[in-house]
């Protein structure tokens, strides 16, 4: 375990990211106890922390904030202020050695300051989180048999002083001397030691009774607190791991997609490495404005989910995406909810997961029904176009859309005609008796040149089309969505120079999908079009 005894190449070649520091005092305990009492507490319980994380430990701190003992001499206190700032302090220096969590483990009541501090921190959000707990809280209290006695029990009494005797018994002197019961009308009240000093409690500083203290009811209460802080203390780091938002769900609003969501979207798709350009999100805006939808917070979209429909027969979801910091929220599948409420109108509903959203998706009613695999070519100099392949013209758009249509299983004349109009130098048929047999289109991306649909007859055909395109595009790279069940095209793209990059799973909701002429189909358009 990592602490002050180590060397810092120790620390250095440690790849714990759970930092624990705990916070003691330094404050009278009557005759019987140490002023060190609450830092000889904070150690200990520190480092059986450390231990049970595998986190790094830090020395406790031993002066904090004990005001309520002022008048009692050899008690020292900081100003809350003071404290709270060297909680930031060390909290930056946390975050500039890549600790990520910090579990400020406190073992001092008077520590008021530690709640406001921390939760300042968290709520920023920051590259650190502290986890503050106040290890008291989770000592079981049927260990306190004095309990039941009048009047407060809460300072050098019988489960401070049993907790002693166990883990510092040297330190603990005889005889104990138990404080006398409060008489008043109207007692004071633990809260008061705001207004009122433990002085007017007990002039000799002891609240509580120690004399039923003893060793075994300390180890006894060592065991309580490990059984009971420990799997909170993983359950709350697993917390943070899965969702680091200080706010969680909180202000989050599923709204209409909107042009001015653009330069936000934007910002997502880089995020995630996605391939779109303005012009992708345009067309869903364009063409299907009422199912596409947007999580913002706070007036910013931090997710996003956009629809096509082909011939209100079948519809297409794309551009699923969420903003790293808020995703393990349910902000994909509330997305997908409500996508799919608009579109009712559409018997069959399609999409392209990867497999990491494929089980999301099966939760929803969808089912695997192929495979594609995106293959990636870097920037590289390119043969010509085959003599046989001829560029596509707006004239062919007719032929082509019925070709697509007999494959895909619905008309999608207008995708077909965006595509055309929208890189009209990497659309290329390839004529058969004076019709075609074979077509492909392509369009531009923020990262590479995509190729596709690609709808032939044999791999052979489908291989001069991409070639095609492919000359078109040049140096730049390129992708092309394959199907598997391709192998030939598949191998061809292998010999020059395309790599699996990775794969999506073709998925359907509701009714079957219109019937084609799968194998006729080489590339699809993208998995966000189908």
Not at 96 to 109: E, L, M, S, W
Not at 277 to 285: G, Q
Not at 357 to 386: I, S
Not at 439 to 445: P, S, V, Y
Request: hydrophobic share 45%; proline share 8%.
């Amino acid at each position: 375990m990592l602490d002050g005894n180590g060397t810092t190449i120790d620390w250095q070649t440690s790849t714990t990211d759970v930092l624990v520091l705990p916070v003691g005092a330094f404050e009278q305990h009557g005759a019987h106890l140490p002023l060190a009492t609450d830092a000889i507490e904070a150690d200990f319980f520190g480092r059986m922390i450390a231990e049970a994380l595998g986190a790094a430990l830090l020395p406790a701190l031993r002066i904090a904030t004990s005001m309520e003992h002022t008048g009692f001499r050899g008690s020292f206190s900081l100003r809350p202020e003071t404290l709270m700032q060297v909680i930031r302090d060390l909290a930056d220096e946390a975050a500039r050695q890549n600790f990520r969590i910090v579990v400020v483990a406190n073992f001092h009541g008077g520590n008021h300051c530690l709640t406001p501090v921390c939760r300042d921190l968290n709520r920023r959000d920051g590259p650190v989180k502290l986890l503050l707990v106040d290890v008291w809280e989770f000592a079981d209290p049927a260990f306190d048999s004095t309990h039941g006695r009048p009047g407060l029990n809460l300072h050098a009494a019988e489960l401070e002083t049993s907790l002693m005797l166990a883990i510092a018994p040297e330190w603990v002197r005889g005889p104990v001397a138990d404080a006398v019961a409060q008489t008043d009308t109207i007692p004071l009240t633990q809260k008061e030691l705001t207004t009122f000093g433990v002085g007017h409690l007990n002039p000799h500083g002891v609240v509580g009774w120690p004399s039923g203290a003893s060793r075994e009811k300390g180890e006894a209460l060592i065991a309580s607190i490990r059984q009971r802080l420990v799997p909170v203390l993983q359950d709350r780091i697993t917390r943070l791991r899965a969702q680091w938002r200080y706010a969680g769900a909180g202000g989050l609003t599923l709204r209409p997609m909107a042009g001015s969501d653009l330069p936000e979207l934007l910002a997502l798709k880089t995020a995630a490495q996605w391939n779109q350009v303005p012009a992708d999100w345009r067309l869903f805006l364009e063409t299907q404005p009422a199912g596409c939808f947007v999580m913002a917070h706070q007036g910013r979209a931090v997710g996003s989910a956009a629809s096509i429909a082909y011939a209100q027969r079948l519809a297409w979801i794309g551009m699923v995406l969420v903003d790293p910091a808020f995703r393990r929220l349910g902000i994909a599948t509330a997305l997908m909810e409500r996508t799919l409420a608009a579109l009712t109108g559409c018997p069959t509903v399609g999409l392209d997961a990867t497999p990491a959203g494929q089980t999301v998706y099966e939760k929803l009613g969808f089912r695997a029904a192929g495979q594609l695999w995106r293959m990636v070519a870097p920037a590289a100099a390119r043969p010509p176009a085959p003599d046989d392949v001829a560029p596509l013209t707006p004239t062919d758009l007719p032929e082509i859309a019925a070709l697509d249509q007999a494959t895909f299983g619905v008309d999608r004349t207008a995708l077909l005609g965006w595509l055309l109009a929208r890189k009209p130098e990497y659309g290329y048929r390839l004529p058969a008796q004076g019709a075609i047999r074979g077509f492909c289109l392509g369009r531009d991306g923020a990262n590479y040149e995509q190729i596709g649909p690609i709808v032939a007859a044999t791999p052979a055909d489908a291989a001069r089309l991409a070639s095609a395109a492919l000359a078109a595009i040049g140096a730049r790279p390129a992708v092309i969505d394959a199907w598997a069940t391709q192998p030939e095209f598949l191998a061809h793209l292998r010999s020059g120079g395309f790599a699996p990059q990775r794969n999506f799973v073709r998925m359907y909701r509701g009714a079957p999908p219109p019937a084609g002429d799968p194998a006729r189909a080489f590339a699809c358009a993208g998995p966000e079009l189908g």
